[in-house]
């Protein structure tokens, strides 16, 4: 398979203790693809072996079928944990840095460099210091250092804590054109919502192992419970006496119930249509809450 970053039986240990174990996952290319869990759980480690600043004690990571070598891995983009920018530059001055430092022309680099500010919404600060900078905004700088030389993929860990919502949909935004250029976005976050939003696949680890990983529907439909929810004019009490049916929650009109197994969902929708008019009627899909909380059970 082309076009897909291969992170394949990935070990790796700290002393005795083992903190990647079997690490496997894909990030296509043209997908953003959201890495999730706890504290501890091994995404900086697994992002740190992508990138090549740690080695793997087994395993290996190959982009487009080949084995990342350090000439691959300059044209990938990097935000690491620890943000590495220098407090006395510019954000102008950091960012055409960067791309020259990525082997950008002079003029590739300065032309990048104004469109990534002025979209990141920094145009204004582009010559102030960037310590007299908010953290958000500096945060953003950072954002902006990761993309300034058109990376072929982009690995950035937890690029939108500290940000305020709209900051998140300026980056979004431009993940997004990334991402429709064909580049594969892996970024980890703690922000379960946001990850939820904007993540088109998702690899869910615990204790440095894959719990889960697949398409953000694919993971929804699989964890989804035969649950429904059930929205009536007048109350929705008699759902009690339906056979198959356990009541989970009973607002009144609204009612969540379980189904049982083999049963159809479709009496239980006449049963209400022969009462009055339904005002909604279907599958309550998991969140990634609950997804989450349910792989690392
Ligand atoms: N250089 C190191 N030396 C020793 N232990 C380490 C080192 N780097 C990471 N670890 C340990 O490896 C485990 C995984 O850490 P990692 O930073 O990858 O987790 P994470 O999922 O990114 O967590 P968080 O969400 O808290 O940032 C942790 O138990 C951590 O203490």
Redesign the pocket.
């Known amino acids: 398979m082309t076009h897909v970053l291969q992170v394949e039986s990935i070990n790796r240990s700290?002393?005795d203790?083992q903190?990647?174990k079997e690490v496997s996952f894909e990030v296509t290319a043209g997908r953003m693809t959201g890495f999730v869990?706890?504290?501890?759980?091994?995404?900086?480690?697994?992002?740190?072996i992508i990138l090549g600043v740690?080695a793997p004690d087994s395993g290996r990571v190959s982009w487009q079928g080949t084995p990342l070598t350090r000439q691959m891995r300059q044209r990938f983009g990097y935000m690491p944990?620890e943000r590495g920018l220098y407090p006395k530059m510019s954000p102008r001055e950091q960012l055409i840095y960067f791309g020259r430092l990525h082997g950008l022309s002079r003029e590739a680099a300065q032309r990048n460099t104004t469109d990534l500010l002025d979209r990141m919404g920094l145009g204004e600060r582009a010559n102030d210091q960037l310590e007299s900078l908010s953290l958000g905004n500096q945060q953003r700088v950072q954002i902006a250092a990761a993309l300034v030389h058109d990376p072929e993929v982009l690995v950035l860990?937890?690029p939108f804590s500290g940000l305020d919502p709209l900051a998140v949909d300026a980056v979004v935004s431009v993940l997004r054109e990334h991402t429709a250029r064909g580049v594969p976005v892996l970024f980890?976050s703690?922000q379960l919502d946001v990850v939820e939003r904007l993540c088109d696949d998702l690899v869910i680890?615990a204790g440095?192992v894959i719990r889960a990983a697949g398409s953000r529907e694919g993971l929804r439909a699989a964890y989804t419970l035969p649950r429904y929810e059930l929205r009536v004019d007048g109350d929705a009490g008699w759902l009690r006496d339906q056979p198959g049916v356990t009541l989970v929650d009973l607002d009144g009109a609204r009612a969540v119930f379980d189904l049982a197994p083999g049963m159809d969902d479709q009496q239980v929708l006449n049963a209400a249509l022969s009462r009055g008019p339904v005002r909604a009627f279907g599958p309550v899909a998991p969140s990634l809450v609950e997804i989450f909380r349910e792989v690392n059970q």
Do not use: C, P, Q, W
């Open positions: 700290f002393g203790r903190v990647l869990g706890g504290n501890g759980a091994g995404k900086t480690t697994s992002m740190r740690l944990e860990d937890e980890s703690h680890i440095g």
